[in-house]
C-alpha cells in the first residue's frame, strides 16, 4: 500500500485529484444555477411550475416541471459519459494492444479508420441515446400516472427533448473521437486518468456537450422556449461535432498512433 | 545467391510479390530514424537485424505503408501503398505486440480480424481452423488471449497475420516468447511459405535463428545499413573466410594441435583454434583422428553471424567517431 501511495504522490495526485472534477463541477453548477435564475425568490420553481402546467400537469406541476426540464438533459449528460466511454474503449484498447497499428497495415487509409471510428462511436451512442430516451419517456409517464395528470407535451418539446441529448451525445463522441485520435496516450491506461483507469480527461471533455445541454435546459427552456433553444443550444453541438470532425480530418497522423502504441 | 534459393525459386506456385525500398529516410515528427535506405525484397526468407533503436520496427512500418516516408519511395509490386492502399492487401503484419484484445477469445479474435481483412465468412472459418492447427493453438481457440502466456500469445498474434494467405508476411521478432519446439515448427513454416514464393521479412534478436533460416540477412544500424548478403557471403566479405572452431575430444588435444603448429586457447574444457577455410577445418580433424584424439565435437566458436553482427557494429562506430 505504501508503495501505491509513493506512486500516486509521485505522479502528482493526479490520481487522486482528477476523480473530483466532475463532483466539483456538479456542485459548482447546483450553487451558480439558482443565482442564473431571474425569478430569485423561486429559484426557478416557477418556472417549473409554468412549464408543468403549461404541459398539462395538475397534481403537482413543479415536480412535473423539474422532470420535463431535466429529463433532456440528463440523458444528454449521460449519453456523452457512455460516447465518452465507447471511444475510448474502442480506440484506447485497440492502441493498447497495437490493433491501430495493423488496421494501417490493412488496405485502409487513415480517414476510413477514423471513419469506421467515429461509426462505431455514433451506433453505439445512438443506441445508448435511444435506450435512454424511452427509460426516460417512460419515467415521465410513470410520474404522470401517480400524479393523476395527462402531461400532453407539444411537439417543439418533444423535439427539442429528442434531439438535443442525440445532438449533445454524437457531439461528445466527435469529441471524444478527436482527442483520442490526436493524443491517443490520453486513453492509455494510467494517463489522464480517473482513479488509474486510463482516459479521464478524454471522458471528460466528451461530457461537456452534455453538461451544456442539461445547463441549457434548466437555465434556458423556460425564457426562450423548446424551438428557439433547440436552435441555439442543437447549433452549438452541430459546431462542435463539425468543428471535431475537421479536426480529426486534418490532424489525424499515423505517426500520432504509433509513437503512443511503439 | 546460394543454390538452396535458386532451387527454392524454381518451385514457386504463385506469383511473387514484390518490395522495394528507394533511397527511403523516414521517421517521426522532427525525429529521423531510417536514413537513405535502400532495400529490395523478393521471394524468401529475409532477415532485418539491429540492436534496439537501429530503426528495424520503423522499417517494418514504412514497408508496410503505415508510416510515409520523408524521402524516398516504397513500392509494393510496382505501386506506393502510402498513396493505393490496395496494395496493402499483400502485405500481412505481425508487430511485437499481438494486436488481439485480451478480453476476446483466440478463435473470436481471429474471426475479428477475418472481418477486417474482409475475408468471407466461409472460407475464413475454414481458414481460422488452419492456421489454429498450424500454430498449435486448437485446444486454446476458446481461451481468452488475456488468460494466455506470452508465448501462446505470440502464436495467437501469428495466426492473425497468417489468416490472409499475404504474399508478403512482415513479421516483427515473431520468434520472441516462443518455445525452441515452436520456434523450429515456425521456421519450417516459413520455409514453406518462402518456397511456395512468399517474401517474408522477419526482424530478430536471435543471431542463432536468422544465420539457419535466412536468405538473406540485412544489418541496419543507427537507421542505416551497415551490410545485407546470405549469412555465409556476408561473413565471408567482412571477415575472410576464417573460421574459429571450437572442438572437444579425448586426450590431449593442446599437445597435439602444439605439435601440428596451431595456435589455440583453451576455453572450459574445450580448445579454440583458428582455421583460414573449410579445407583447413576439415585437414585439421583428420590430423587430430591421425594422432589418435578421439574427436567429439567440432563446432563454430560461436555463432558465425555473431562476429559479422559485432564488426559491423565496430565499423559503424569507427565510421561515427570519423
Same mark, same amino acid.
Given at each position: ?45 416557477a ?5 408543468? @402546467?403549461? /404541459? ?8 412535473? +416541471? ?24 474502442v ?8 490493433? @491501430? ?13 477514423? +471513419?469506421?471510428?467515429?461509426?462505431? =462511436? ?11 430516451s424511452?427509460? +426516460? ?8 400516472? @401517480? ?12 423535439? @427539442? ?12 463522441a466527435?469529441?471524444a ?54 436552435? /441555439? =443550444? ?6 462542435i ?6 479536426g ?15 | ?28 515528427? %522532427? ?18 537485424? *539491429? ?25 509494393v ?11 496493402? $492487401? ?7 505486440? $499481438?494486436?488481439?484484445a ?5 478463435v %473470436? ?8 481483412? *474482409?475475408?468471407? $465468412? ?6 481460422i ?50 518455445d ?33 533460416f535466412?536468405? %538473406? ?15 555465409a ?13 571450437c572442438?572437444r575430444? $579425448?586426450? %590431449? ?44 565435437e567440432v ?24
Amino acid at each position: 500500500m505504501s508503495a501505491l501511495l509513493w506512486r500516486m504522490r509521485r505522479e502528482r495526485l493526479r490520481n487522486f485529484a482528477t476523480v473530483f472534477l466532475p463532483f466539483v463541477l456538479t456542485v459548482a453548477s447546483m450553487v451558480a444555477l439558482p443565482l442564473l435564475s431571474d425569478d430569485s425568490g423561486m429559484n426557478g420553481a416557477a418556472g417549473s411550475a409554468r412549464l408543468g @402546467l403549461q /404541459y398539462g400537469a395538475h397534481g403537482d406541476t413543479v415536480a412535473a +416541471g423539474l422532470l420535463l426540464i431535466l429529463m433532456p438533459g440528463v440523458i444528454a449528460l449521460h449519453g456523452t459519459v457512455g460516447a465518452g466511454l465507447a471511444v475510448r474503449n474502442v480506440v484506447g484498447a485497440e492502441a493498447g494492444v497495437g490493433a @491501430l497499428e495493423v488496421m494501417l497495415g490493412a488496405p485502409y487509409n487513415p480517414a476510413s479508420i477514423a +471513419g469506421g471510428l467515429l461509426g462505431y =462511436a455514433l451506433v453505439v451512442t445512438t443506441g445508448q441515446w435511444a435506450v435512454m430516451s424511452a427509460l +426516460g419517456a417512460l419515467a415521465l409517464a410513470l410520474s404522470s400516472a @401517480l400524479h393523476h395528470d395527462s402531461l400532453r407535451p407539444d411537439a417543439g418539446y418533444l423535439t @427539442l427533448a429528442l434531439l438535443l441529448p442525440l445532438l449533445a451525445t454524437w457531439a461528445g463522441a466527435a469529441l471524444a473521437l478527436l482527442l483520442n485520435l490526436l493524443f491517443p496516450r490520453l486513453s492509455q491506461p494510467g494517463a489522464g486518468a480517473l482513479a488509474g483507469n486510463g482516459g479521464g480527461l478524454v471522458s471528460l471533455a466528451a461530457m461537456l456537450p452534455g453538461f451544456g445541454a442539461l445547463l441549457a435546459m434548466s437555465i434556458a427552456l423556460d425564457p426562450l422556449g423548446p424551438t428557439r433553444l433547440l436552435l /441555439y =443550444a442543437g447549433g452549438v453541438t452541430v459546431l462542435i461535432t463539425v468543428g471535431s470532425l475537421t479536426g480529426i480530418a486534418r490532424g489525424f497522423r499515423p505517426e500520432s498512433v504509433l509513437s503512443s502504441s511503439a | 545467391m546460394t543454390a538452396q534459393l535458386v532451387a527454392h525459386r524454381q518451385c514457386y506456385v504463385e506469383p511473387v510479390a514484390k518490395l522495394e525500398v528507394l533511397n527511403v529516410s523516414a521517421g517521426y515528427r %522532427d525525429r529521423l530514424v531510417l536514413r537513405d535506405v535502400n532495400l529490395e525484397y523478393g521471394a524468401g526468407i529475409h532477415v532485418l537485424l *539491429g540492436p534496439n533503436g537501429a530503426g528495424k520496427t520503423t522499417a517494418f512500418r514504412v514497408l508496410a505503408g503505415i508510416l510515409a516516408p520523408f524521402e524516398g519511395t516504397v513500392l509494393v509490386d510496382g505501386a506506393d501503398p502510402n498513396t493505393q492502399t490496395e496494395v496493402k $492487401s499483400l502485405i500481412a503484419l505481425a508487430t511485437h505486440r $499481438s494486436a488481439l484484445a485480451p478480453r476476446l477469445s483466440v478463435v %473470436d479474435n481471429l474471426r475479428y480480424w477475418a472481418r477486417i481483412l *474482409g475475408l468471407p $465468412s466461409g472460407p475464413s472459418e475454414e481458414r481460422i481452423a488452419e492456421v489454429l492447427d498450424l500454430l498449435g493453438l486448437t485446444d486454446l481457440a476458446d481461451r481468452r488471449i488475456g488468460s494466455l502466456s506470452r508465448g501462446q500469445n505470440q502464436r495467437a498474434g501469428l495466426a492473425k497475420a497468417f489468416l490472409g494467405q499475404s504474399p508478403i508476411l512482415l513479421l516483427d521478432e515473431p520468434m520472441s516468447g516462443l518455445d525452441p519446439s515452436t520456434t523450429e515448427q515456425l521456421a519450417g513454416h516459413l520455409r514453406t511459405l518462402a518456397d511456395q514464393g512468399h517474401t517474408v521479412v522477419v526482424s530478430t534478436h536471435a543471431l542463432a535463428d536468422a544465420y539457419r533460416f535466412a536468405d %538473406d540477412v540485412t544489418v541496419l544500424q543507427e537507421g542505416r545499413i551497415v551490410g545485407r548478403g546470405e549469412p555465409a557471403a556476408l561473413r565471408t566479405a567482412l571477415l575472410g573466410s576464417a573460421y574459429r572452431l571450437c572442438i572437444r575430444g $579425448s586426450g %590431449d588435444v593442446p599437445a597435439v594441435l602444439d605439435r601440428l603448429g596451431h595456435r589455440y586457447e583453451e576455453q572450459r574444457g574445450a580448445v579454440v583454434v583458428e582455421v583460414p577455410d573449410e579445407g583447413a577445418a576439415e585437414r585439421l580433424v583428420a590430423d587430430l583422428v591421425r594422432e589418435g584424439i578421439g574427436v567429439r565435437e567440432v563446432v563454430p566458436a560461436r555463432n558465425p553471424l555473431e562476429d559479422v553482427y559485432q564488426q559491423l557494429q565496430r565499423e559503424g562506430a569507427s565510421r561515427d567517431a570519423a
